[in-house]
């Protein structure tokens, strides 16, 4: 589905004249000048849907009232007061008709949501006509009516209560150019309430984003609540208040599913995993031991004991009992920054590798091999992180999926065994970096991952670098990730927004723009093009109650141009 | 210093618990546990007691019930819990001005000069349960001892209490001047914010409100005769600050012991007065910006003009009437010159007179301050006034150093008063990226983030003689909102602005490792108070002093 040459130089000139607040930018868009705006009884149809599931039916009301109750005006000087001709004369639409193409079924936009990755259809057709009163919005699945509805709503200025555009007629056919575009999301380090979380996944559907990747747990804190382990988050947990209870698992879930978003949920072992040793201090090496930094990446030093077939019996029971919890198709096993003095040192571990005869080698293999079994007897995929595979060279089923962290540049290491991946690399995803250290007594100590990744280094990050023809299909997409020690409720919207919706952009939209250009043009950054986009969206985030911050003064996001280096 | 520093080490030895922020002077704890009485009690000696102090004493008595912090530590206070059936029970603070002392406002203390304000108290909380007292010379120092006594108290299961009494208290800050400036021109904040953002700042005894008010990006302040400049220069007419929001924000800061310091940036910074004045402006929005501009837009006075210099006198003649405090800053940053060589008027009219640019800035700068020094103000200014201008200013001026740090030393060799305010310091605004547009690899410019151990390892008098060191009023964190607004002012200042209120209240050479689990109780209070103050640390940490040291 490429862009539609034979416009190129049409949408050149309708991009600089005024860019459409759509992010991410649909693959192909052809729109025209003429004005449409809605009618005040504009309608979605779902007639030609038979039969549509709830969430269908819940996803086009919730964008029809977003219809009324966005308030965002054009980021120009005068916010659309010189659009008042073009609004009074703008053709009006009535309805908008959703309709499945022939041969699809129809199901529920959480059924596609939980879908295989690779196989979602995500993929829409948005006519927005001038010559008639019905906009088309078609799909193969209520997954992608879901995705053209999003794009739907984000056409539209207001201007005194009238909700119009200025590019009829459009024509949109789109589609993401990876599956996977994520956001991962650490609720151990401190912990977030429900209501954040549902916050953050409308904001992330409001962008595209496919999947959450709850790392749920740390050593730091337990806060999943798991029916068969109760005293792990009743020990574990921050205080009694600060769990996420099994129901409260589903609650988000549902809520996730039902606006396109899937959720892979990492239990970060065997490493990353003292708060274990609260209820079950049996099953914990080097718990909480000092100097932490000889044991650990970061206080408190602690991992689950390999070499104990207890230990590894209790991690497959408990592993069990939360795949059992989780409907989609992908979970994580993590696996990151496992540290060997914390069991070479560890007296039991000492015993269990004599007495079994084997190497710490050995038992990660075996701890490896187990948790992924349980994971794939439950239907699902298995995720891994990158320093497993490469470090530690871990067998792994062969259709895991490789979460690359460290650096953007170990893609290339994991593609080269043939394991498919997806992008996460600190030096272009990382939120919480630049924050400047967080631990006592450093007084000039930086983030591990200084700098800052500002948006425009994530929105330069290119999935295919240094990887062949033959391994691009490995690449599964990427996502971005909030690691939680510097952030809190206080802080979750800021930092995470807008520069989220960059990797949103990245993933979605891939190489080309509609225009036919690469996104990675010299002037992707530039205020006439993704900036302005991203100033709208973000306009539009904190309209919607999500409080993205400012990228530059007002002054500037009135002045599309104005403010660039070259100005 | 060695009084101080055995306070400190006192309070660390023996109070390890005590969520006291800032550090006062001097302070003696003991080890048992005393309640608050729910009938509690704050009663003020004498007559005539002023407003502000009775709303103040309302606002206490309701934030020591209200406040719920849990103590810092694992199981948040439940191991104090079978202390509170023998503790005793305190059911009075009384407040009490020293002899020969008389009432006047919180506000009228807080709006005096630096120099003059009086902000010393002597706390007094007995162990037995007998009424614990306040004694202070002014009102203002009744409420600095009011905060204090404010951040005394833990709660676990609806008691609130201490583990700590008793307590005593001799407090006064190391430097008068102890700021917060707000940039409200690159992105235009609501007053609830500045109002939510005095009230935090009053928690750390912060005293002064420095307001960037306008810049040349918008014009948000209404001043009654020049509403144009809002008229046509605020971002839209609902974000403007109007007379009756700017006396709120006052009263609201005086009576929160805080002064507000306007700033009307000049001659530079002030392109948006085009909008409404386009002949007083030169090289306005011109292009390419960065030739003429330190960023977009361009546009700076035509101070050369002499319509332009007494519109500016009236301007500020005008503000003046806004704003109580003895200070008034008139800026003086950043000025390109530049922006001159290309502007015909000011070309024509130095040729006419024989002036030179520097002269007339001279001319401008002199006529300008002498408007407000006839109103009895002192004018402030930025460093490069002093450093790169030759321009007449009154020795009472006061100059804030914003460059580096490495600037203030130039400052007081030149015998001005100066306030801290270094980028490589104080700037909550680095660390973000760039903002400027088609610039994919840009940081900002005063990289890197400046955290809050870095701004509390400060030194105000490095490299000074004990002469130059008396020169030094204080200090302050910074906002410049180029990538700031209501959505993240919380975050991006707190707890760190709390790093120089401590800084500049306790004196310096504090340990921020010894400091941290403080500045935790502190941040922890202020979310309880519904301001979003970031996490510094894991909560596993917070509730383990020291176990996330680097080296613990």
């Known amino acids: 589905m490429g862009p539609a040459r034979p416009y190129a130089l049409v949408l050149l000139a309708f991009f600089t004249r005024c860019a459409l607040a759509l992010w991410p930018i649909p693959r192909s868009l052809v729109g025209g000048t003429t004005p449409v705006k809605l009618s005040p009884s504009f309608s979605i149809d779902l007639g030609d849907v038979h039969d549509p599931p709830a969430d269908l039916l819940a996803a086009a009301s919730r964008s029809r009232s977003r219809l009324d109750s966005d308030r965002f005006q054009r980021l120009v000087l005068g916010r659309g007061a010189s659009d008042t001709g073009a609004i009074a004369r703008a053709h009006t639409l009535h309805s908008v008709s959703l309709a499945l193409c022939p041969g699809s079924l129809v199901r529920s936009i959480a059924d596609e949501t939980n879908k295989p990755i690779d196989s979602k259809s995500e993929s829409y057709e948005l006519w927005i006509p001038t010559n008639d009163t019905r906009a088309m919005l078609t799909a193969n699945s209520t997954l992608g009516l879901l995705r053209g509805l999003t794009t739907f709503e984000q056409l539209w200025y207001d201007y005194g209560g009238v909700k119009y555009m200025l590019d009829g007629p459009l024509r949109i056919v789109d589609e993401p150019a990876f599956p996977y575009r994520g956001f991962s999301f650490d609720t151990s380090r401190n912990f977030y309430p429900v209501s954040d979380i549902l916050r953050t996944i409308d904001a992330m559907s409001w962008v595209k984003l496919s999947v959450l990747y709850w790392h749920i747990i740390d050593s730091q804190s337990f806060p999943l609540g798991i029916p068969a382990f109760p005293e792990l988050s009743e020990k574990g947990a921050y205080s009694l208040d600060e769990i996420y209870t099994g129901d409260d698992v589903q609650r988000i879930i549902k809520f996730a599913n039902e606006r396109g978003v899937d959720v892979v949920v990492e239990m970060d072992w065997p490493g990353h995993t003292t708060a274990i040793s609260s209820a079950y201090p049996e099953h914990i090496a080097c718990a909480s031991k000092s100097p932490w930094s000889k044991y650990a990446s970061e206080p408190p030093a602690g991992q689950l004991r390999i070499a104990s077939p207890s230990t590894l019996s209790f991690a497959q029971t408990l592993f069990a009992s939360v795949a059992q919890m989780l409907p989609g198709t992908m979970m994580s096993s993590g696996g990151d920054e496992v540290n060997l003095p914390c069991w070479e040192e560890d007296e039991q571990t000492k015993a269990d590798l004599a007495r079994r005869n084997i190497t710490i080698d050995d038992a990660l293999n075996e701890f490896v091999q187990t948790v992924q079994g349980v994971i794939v007897e439950h239907g699902k995929t298995p995720f891994i992180k990158s320093d497993m595979v490469l470090t530690h060279n871990a067998p792994v089923v062969d259709d895991t999926v490789v979460v690359v962290w460290q650096k953007s540049e170990d893609a290339t290491a994991v593609a080269q065994r043939g394991l498919r991946l997806i992008h996460q690399p600190s030096n272009y995803f990382y939120l919480d970096c630049g924050g400047g250290e967080w631990l006592g007594n450093d007084v000039l100590g930086n983030s591990w991952c200084d700098p800052f990744k500002t948006w425009q280094r994530a929105y330069s990050f290119d999935p295919y670098t240094n990887l062949t023809i033959q391994q691009f299909s490995l690449v599964l997409g990427g996502q971005m990730p909030l690691w939680s020690e510097q952030s809190s409720p206080e802080n979750l919207d800021p930092i995470v927004w807008p520069r989220l919706a960059a990797g949103a952009e990245v993933f979605w939209t891939g190489a080309t723009l509609p225009d036919g250009l690469p996104r990675l043009n010299t002037n992707a950054t530039a205020s006439t093009h993704a900036l302005a986009r991203l100033n709208e969206l973000r306009y539009r985030m904190v309209d919607r109650g999500v409080n993205a911050i400012a990228l530059q003064p007002k002054w500037c996001v009135l002045r599309p141009g104005e403010c660039d280096l070259e100005s | 210093m060695k009084l101080l520093a055995l306070a400190v080490l006192l309070a660390t030895a023996y109070s390890p618990v005590l969520a006291l922020w800032p550090q006062p002077q001097s302070i003696e704890t003991g080890s048992s546990t005393l309640r608050l009485a729910p009938g509690f009690q704050i009663t003020v000696t004498g007559h005539g007691v002023p407003g502000d102090l009775l709303a103040a004493v309302g606002r206490t008595k309701k934030a020591l019930f209200s406040d719920k912090l849990g103590r810092l530590v694992v199981g948040r206070g439940a191991a104090d819990a079978p202390t509170f059936a023998q503790a005793k029970s305190l059911s009075r ?55 204090t006594f404010s951040q005394l108290w833990y709660e676990h299961g609806n008691t609130v209490y201490t583990v700590n009494a008793p307590v005593t208290i001799q407090d006064a800050p190391a430097y008068p001047y102890r700021g917060f400036m707000l940039d409200t021109a690159r992105n235009y904040f609501p007053v609830d914010d500045i109002k939510r953002t005095l009230d935090a700042m009053s928690l750390v005894k912060i005293n002064q409100f420095h307001w960037h008010a306008v810049d040349s990006q918008s014009f948000p302040l209404v001043i009654p005769g020049f509403t144009d400049l809002s008229d046509k220069g605020a971002y839209s007419s609902e974000q403007v600050y109007t007379v009756s929001d700017v006396r709120d924000i006052v009263s609201y800061a005086g009576a929160r012991g805080i002064d507000v310091m306007v700033e009307i940036d000049t001659p530079g910074h002030t392109a948006i007065i085009s909008q409404a004045h386009p002949d007083f402006v030169a090289c306005a929005e011109a292009s390419p910006w960065a030739t003429y501009a330190n960023e977009p837009p361009a546009g700076q006075l035509r101070f050369v003009n002499p319509d332009v210099t007494s519109y500016i006198g009236d301007l500020f003649s005008a503000a003046v009437k806004l704003f109580p405090s003895t200070m008034f800053s008139t800026g003086g940053d950043e000025l390109n010159t530049k922006c001159y060589d290309i502007d015909e008027p000011t070309q024509s009219a130095l040729n006419a007179s024989g002036s030179t640019l520097e002269q007339a800035l001279d001319v401008f700068t002199q006529k300008t301050h002498k408007v407000l020094e006839d109103k009895g103000k002192t004018p402030v200014v930025w460093e490069e006034m002093v450093l790169v201008h030759n321009v007449t200013l009154s020795k009472e001026t006061k100059v804030i150093v914003w460059i580096s740090s490495e600037n203030v030393k130039a400052v007081v060799e030149k015998g001005y008063k100066l306030i801290h305010g270094a980028s490589d310091y104080f700037y909550l605004d680095c660390g973000g990226g760039g903002w ?72 310096p050479g504090g340990n921020a490792s010894a400091a941290l689990p403080r500045l935790h109780d502190l941040s922890y209070r202020l979310r309880q108070r519904g301001v979003n103050a970031i996490a510094l640390q894991p909560e596993w940490c917070a509730l383990r002093p020291g176990a996330c040291d680097l080296t613990a």
């Not at chain 2, 709006?111 to 108290?121: G, V, W």
């Not at chain 2, 706390?123 to 009102?139: C, E, F, K, Q, R």
């Not at chain 2, 200042?493 to 800084?503: F, Q, Y």
């Open chain 2, 436 to 507: 400027v547009g088609a610039n994919p690899s840009g940081n900002s410019w005063c990289d890197p983030f400046k955290t809050w151990q870095h701004a509390y390892s400060f030194d105000p008098v490095a490299n000074l003689t004990a002469e130059e060191s008396k020169l030094i009023l204080g200090g302050q964190h910074l906002l410049w909102a180029e990538q700031s607004g209501p959505q993240n002012l919380d975050p991006v200042v707190w707890p760190r602005a709390a790093s120089s209120a401590e800084l500049f209240w306790s004196g």
């Open chain 2, 93 to 147: 603070l009384t407040l009490t001005l020293g002899k020969g002392a008389s009432f006047a406002s919180i506000t009228s203390e807080a709006q005096k000069a630096p120099e003059d304000r009086d902000e010393a108290y002597h706390l007094v909380l007995p162990a037995d349960g007998s009424g614990a007292t306040i004694t202070a010379n002014s009102t203002l120092g009744l409420f600095r001892g009011l905060t």
